[in-house]
C-alpha cells in the first residue's frame, strides 16, 4: 500500500446552503487538508442516479466557459488561482469523457502532496442512494463522511433565495409554493432520506454530523478536525459565504413548509435528542401557530 491509500479521504455530502462552503474554506486553509480549487466535484452524483434534475456535464462546461471568461477579462495578468481553477475544472470533464484514462482518484493523486486528508465535498452527494455511498467507500481505503443539516424549513428558504442571484426574475416568495413539493429540492431537505442511506453502507465511526446551527464555533471547529485526525486550526467566523436575499418567511408559508417537512423534523428529533439546536424546535413551534 502506498502513501496516498495511508491518506484520510473526507467526502461532505451536504446539505446544500448548510455551511458546506465555509467548511471548504476552512479546510482549505489547514496545511495538513488539500481541497480542491473546484470545491463541488459532483462526480459521484454525475456516475450514479439521483433525483436531482440537474445535468452534471453541462454544469462543468458551463463552469469552464466562466473561468476562462475571467481569464480573458484580466487581459494580461494572470490570475493563478482562476487558471488553476481552470485546470481543475478540465481534470474534472476528462473524467467524464474518459474514465479510463482520467480516474477519479488520479484527480487526487496528483494534487495531494504532504497533505494527510484530501476532500470532496459536494452537496449533491446527499442525493445518493446506498449504491452511491457504497461506491465512495470502495474507492479508498480510508473514507469518511461529514453531513452538515440546517433547520429544514430555513435551508429550503435560504436555497430559494439564492435564486435572486442566480436567476434573472426570479421571485423566492411567488414561488415558495409551486417549489415546495419540486423534488430537486425537497430531497436536498430530506435528511431523512441521506442518513438512511447513508448508514446502510458506512459504519458510525464514519461518519460526523453537524448542524449548521452549531457550525461557526470553536468548539465544533475543534471537533471537525478531531475527527479527520489532524490538529486544530483557528476558523474565521466574521465572513458570511453565499448570502442569500434577506426576505422575511410569511406564516402561512411556514406552516405550508413545515407539513412538507414534519417527517423530517420529526427523525431529527428522535435520532439526535437533546443535541438538536433550540432554533429547531423554535422553527416548529412558530409553524405549528401560523
Not at 443539516?149 to 426574475?169: H, T
Request: proline share 5%; aromatic share 14%; net charge positive.
Amino acid at each position: 500500500m502506498d502513501d496516498f491509500c495511508n491518506k484520510l479521504f473526507l467526502v461532505g455530502v451536504g446539505a446544500q446552503k448548510a455551511g458546506t462552503t465555509w467548511l471548504a474554506r476552512y479546510l482549505g486553509e489547514h496545511p495538513d487538508v488539500y481541497v480542491s480549487r473546484l470545491k463541488e466535484l459532483h462526480y459521484f452524483d454525475a456516475v450514479y442516479p439521483t433525483p436531482s434534475r440537474v445535468d452534471v456535464g453541462k454544469r462543468m462546461i458551463r463552469l469552464a466557459k466562466e473561468v476562462s471568461e475571467g481569464l480573458e477579462q484580466n487581459g494580461s495578468k494572470v490570475n493563478t488561482k482562476m487558471l488553476d481553477k481552470l485546470l481543475t475544472v478540465i481534470d474534472r470533464l476528462q473524467m467524464q469523457a474518459d474514465p479510463k484514462k482520467y480516474p477519479y482518484m488520479r484527480f487526487f493523486r496528483e494534487r495531494v502532496k504532504d497533505e494527510s486528508v484530501f476532500c470532496d465535498i459536494t452537496p449533491g452527494y446527499s442525493l445518493l442512494d446506498a449504491t452511491g455511498y457504497r461506491a465512495i467507500i470502495d474507492m479508498h481505503p480510508r473514507v469518511r463522511f461529514i453531513f452538515l443539516m440546517r433547520d429544514p424549513i430555513e435551508r429550503y428558504w435560504s436555497a430559494l433565495r439564492m435564486g435572486v442571484r442566480k436567476m434573472k426574475n426570479f421571485n423566492p416568495d411567488q414561488r415558495f409554493m409551486d417549489l415546495l413539493g419540486d423534488k430537486d429540492y425537497f430531497y436536498r431537505s430530506d435528511y431523512k432520506r441521506t442518513i438512511e442511506e447513508l448508514e446502510k453502507v458506512a459504519k458510525p465511526e464514519q461518519i460526523k454530523y453537524v448542524f449548521y446551527e452549531n457550525l461557526f464555533t470553536d468548539e465544533t471547529a475543534a471537533d471537525i478536525t478531531s475527527f479527520i485526525g489532524v490538529a486544530p486550526w483557528p476558523a474565521k467566523f466574521d465572513q458570511i459565504v453565499n448570502p442569500g436575499a434577506k426576505i422575511p418567511l410569511a406564516a402561512d408559508k411556514m406552516a405550508a413548509a413545515y407539513a412538507a417537512y414534519q417527517h423530517i423534523y420529526d427523525f431529527v428529533f428522535d435520532k439526535f435528542g437533546d443535541a438538536v439546536p433550540a432554533s429547531w424546535h423554535a422553527t416548529v413551534k412558530q409553524a405549528q401557530q401560523g
